[in-house]
């Protein structure tokens, strides 16, 4: 079956940063409704073929808005790692407003997954917000999946790598101050619905990150642990996207 054809365009941060997106129609019976936001792990981006598979399958579900975090590949400015990139996420959910549509969920993936909590903390514009592989606190170094990270964050030659590699421009230097942490902000989503996704096969952060966020959170909230899930949208199958997408449908009923 053919993707769901998508409309690219450029969005701009509350910062200035240009932000490549494409919005994708609905496909289903929501209509205008309902538009839903798309937010990729470290070193994605939503040109990939796997994250646009996932826009597919969401468009049955509501309009997509999906879009490349700052540093990231068409986008402009430097990755921040899950900071600033709150400002990234507020561009796509107001577009997705300007456009027509009336309740926003967020959908986040790995890096992207921490964004959405904080976002819907902190900024309060979304009607749902699902984590999907998210960590629960900053500097989780773990696993060995982790350390990698952490080395192409914190080291010169990792960051060149990462930028060479995956097209991925990481800012230079320590967070100043320290950003509020997802454990943190989760508790400020309320009362808006938080939905948290992680998979018991995860290489990157184990079930105990979450625990911790969804003991963070105030209901309404939701936790699903899956059998054999990998890791962000590399494992996510169809299956697992539809039951979300069904999930947001069942919050704006």
């Known amino acids: 079956m053919p993707l769901a054809p998508h409309f690219p365009v450029m969005l701009r941060t509350e910062d200035g940063v240009r932000i490549d997106a494409a919005h994708t129609d609905p496909t289903g019976p929501s209509g205008r409704d309902v538009g839903i936001v798309v937010a990729h792990g470290f070193t994605g981006s939503w040109r990939e073929r796997t994250a646009r598979r996932i826009v597919h399958v969401l468009s049955r579900y509501g309009g997509v808005v999906a879009f490349d975090f700052r540093g990231h590949g068409r986008s402009g400015g430097e990755s921040t790692v899950g900071d600033r990139e709150i400002l990234d996420v ?13 309740r926003i969920a967020v959908v986040g993936f790995s890096m992207g997954a921490s964004v959405a909590v904080r976002h819907g903390g902190l900024r309060r514009s979304a009607d749902a917000v699902v984590a999907v592989s998210g960590p629960a606190r900053w500097y989780y170094r773990g696993t060995k999946p982790m350390r990698q990270v952490h080395w192409a964050i914190e080291r010169p030659f990792g960051r060149w790598a990462a930028r060479v590699a995956k097209r991925t421009r990481i800012a230079a230097g320590a967070w100043e101050p320290i950003p509020m942490p997802p454990h943190e902000a989760v508790a400020l989503i309320s009362p808006a619905p938080v939905l948290i996704v992680h998979g018991d096969a995860d290489a990157f952060f184990p079930l105990e990150h979450a625990h911790q966020l969804y003991d963070g959170a105030r209901q309404p909230k939701e936790l699903w642990i899956e059998p054999g899930y990998g890791h962000a949208e590399s494992a996510a199958t169809p299956e697992l996207i539809h039951r979300i997408g069904k999930w947001i449908s069942s919050n704006f009923s």
Do not use: S, T
């Not at 507020?90 to 009336?102: D, F, K, L, M, P």
């Open 90 to 102: 507020e561009a796509a959910v107001r577009h997705a407003r300007v456009i027509g549509y009336r």
